[in-house]
Structures are given as structure tokens and as C-alpha cells.
């Protein structure tokens, strides 16, 4: 279609011959995105003028924090822990859980492909719902706490880690399955010496970086009741406790980082 539109430049060579020479597809494709995004924000009613006159109110929220206050720290160990820990059990047993459902959705290794594609649009389903909904609905069931954040980010690892494992393990070299079959193995006895450990390092790298980003996401689940450090900012927040907020950040940041430092270790480990 696009040769169509735009046809090749032709150049005649000295010995007589011609060639055909494609044309650039950048300056299309330019034109492509420009329309998009400007119907985006028209239909969307973005506006540039708004975000120009109206930034200078985002700095003077963070002026506002500035200097945290230090003595509001002893307010924070308690719901920074709990942000901790739903984080850990969610992660942990998301990424145990997957386990099963990421070989199901696999086609290399399940023999119906209609099962291996049930379980892949199962995962796909869960991968699409937002963490603050399952937060919110979490609450509805198990009441507001830390346990509702724990079952949201339980779910969240359990989409995104199934579908990278799953893809791992179709990627998979499959020689020695295949070997270990014809030699009388079941299939579960061939994934568990020839599959399995070829994808154990990316599986559990997988599973720390997504603990990484599930101690973010935990801070976000209190400001629907999910419990742990959000509930505290989304607390302040409404009480303009600027500097407080300040300190939670804070104190979240230099967390995260902490927790980034060791699982980014761990992970060059299993590479």
C-alpha cells in the first residue's frame, strides 16, 4: 500500500540498469503520529495553554513539603512496614501461583492447544485489570487493610509474571524435552529437568523486578483503603500536611531504592 501511494524512485545506473530505490517510510510515519496525537487532544480536549499557566502550582506543592518534617518519621514505620510486607506476601505468592497457569497457557508443552489458549486469554484478562480496581473490590470482600493491597498485588503479579514465564518457556530450547520424552519421561517429569531450568533465572529475575514495582504500586492501594503507606499520604493530603507528605516521600524513595539496590544484585546473580 505504501509503495503504491508513494512509488519507489527509480536511478539509472551507469551500465544501463535501473534500480528501484524505496522511499523513506520516517516522513509518513511522522505525519501518522502528528494526527494522532492531535486528534487525541482534541477529542480529548488536552490543553497545552492549561498545563503553561497552571505548572507553577505543582512546584509550590513541592515547596510546600520542603523541609520534611523529620519528627513525623516515627508516624510512618508502622504503615511503611505493612506497605513492605503486602508487597513481599503478594509477590510471593503471585509469582508461586503463576507457576502452573504460565506451563497451561504454554503451547510447547500443553498438547491441546485450546487448553494452552483458555488459560492464555485467562491471564490476559487478569493482566487488564487495574490494581486499584482489584484494590477497591479486595476491600469490599476482606474489609480495609492491608490484606485487600496484598490480594490486588497478588493478582497483578500473578498477569504480568504469567505472561512473560509463558513466552519464556515457548522460547524455550526444546531438544531435550523431546529426549527426554522418547525415553519414557511424562511430560511433567521432562518440563522439570529440561524446561524449568532454563527459564528459572529469567522467572525469578522477573519476580524481583516486579516485587521492585509492587512496592511502588502498594503505596498508591491505601488511597482506597488497601492499607499501608498511602492511606497515611492520602490522610495528609487532605489535611494540606505538606511537610508530612514531604517525609513519607521521602521515606518511600529512599525504601524503594534500598530495595532496588538488593534485588538488582540478586538479579545479576541469576543472569
Same mark, same amino acid.
Given at each position: 500500500m505504501y509503495d503504491k501511494l508513494f512509488p519507489p524512485k527509480k536511478i539509472l545506473l551507469?551500465?544501463?540498469?535501473?534500480?528501484?530505490?524505496?522511499?523513506?517510510? *520516517?516522513?509518513?510515519?511522522?505525519?501518522?503520529?502528528?494526527?494522532?496525537?492531535?486528534?487525541? *487532544?482534541?477529542?480529548?480536549?488536552?490543553?497545552?495553554?492549561?498545563?503553561?499557566?497552571?505548572?507553577?502550582?505543582?512546584?509550590?506543592?513541592?515547596?510546600?513539603?520542603? $523541609? $520534611?518534617?523529620?519528627?513525623?518519621?516515627?508516624?510512618?514505620?508502622?504503615?511503611?512496614?505493612?506497605?513492605?510486607?503486602?508487597?513481599?506476601?503478594?509477590?510471593?505468592?503471585g509469582a508461586v501461583l503463576v507457576l502452573p497457569l504460565a506451563v497451561l497457557a504454554s503451547v510447547n508443552i500443553v498438547p491441546n492447544k485450546s487448553t494452552a489458549a483458555i488459560f492464555k486469554v485467562i491471564l490476559s484478562l487478569i493482566r487488564t485489570?487495574?490494581?486499584?480496581?482489584?484494590?477497591?473490590? *479486595?476491600?469490599?470482600?476482606?474489609?480495609?487493610?492491608?490484606?485487600?493491597?496484598?490480594? *490486588?498485588?497478588?493478582?497483578?503479579?500473578?498477569?504480568?509474571v504469567g505472561k512473560l514465564l509463558y513466552e519464556q518457556i515457548e522460547n524455550a530450547e526444546m531438544g531435550s524435552f523431546e529426549a527426554m520424552e522418547s525415553i519414557g519421561m511424562t511430560r511433567f517429569q521432562a518440563f522439570r529437568y529440561a524446561i524449568f531450568p532454563q527459564v528459572l533465572p529469567s522467572y525469578l529475575s522477573t519476580s524481583l523486578f516486579c516485587f521492585e514495582g509492587n512496592v511502588r504500586y502498594a503505596a498508591i492501594l491505601g488511597f482506597v483503603g488497601a492499607g499501608g503507606i498511602g492511606l497515611l499520604l492520602n490522610q495528609d493530603l487532605g489535611w494540606r500536611n505538606y511537610s508530612g507528605v514531604g517525609m513519607t516521600i521521602l521515606a518511600l524513595v529512599v525504601t524503594v531504592f534500598i530495595i532496588e539496590q538488593i534485588s538488582e544484585y540478586f538479579r545479576r546473580k541469576l543472569i
Open positions: 551507469s551500465n544501463g540498469k535501473v534500480v528501484h530505490k524505496k522511499r523513506s517510510r *520516517a516522513p509518513f510515519i511522522t505525519i501518522l503520529v502528528a494526527i494522532a496525537i492531535y486528534l487525541s *487532544a482534541y477529542y480529548t480536549e488536552f490543553s497545552f495553554y492549561t498545563i503553561f499557566t497552571r505548572i507553577h502550582n505543582f512546584f509550590d506543592i513541592i515547596i510546600a513539603m520542603m $523541609p $520534611p518534617d523529620w519528627g513525623y518519621i516515627n508516624h510512618l514505620w508502622k504503615p511503611l512496614m505493612d506497605t513492605i510486607k503486602m508487597s513481599l506476601i503478594g509477590s510471593l505468592i485489570l487495574p490494581t486499584l480496581v482489584t484494590a477497591l473490590i *479486595a476491600t469490599f470482600i476482606f474489609g480495609l487493610g492491608p490484606i485487600a493491597g496484598s490480594i *490486588a498485588i497478588l493478582i497483578f503479579t500473578v498477569g504480568y
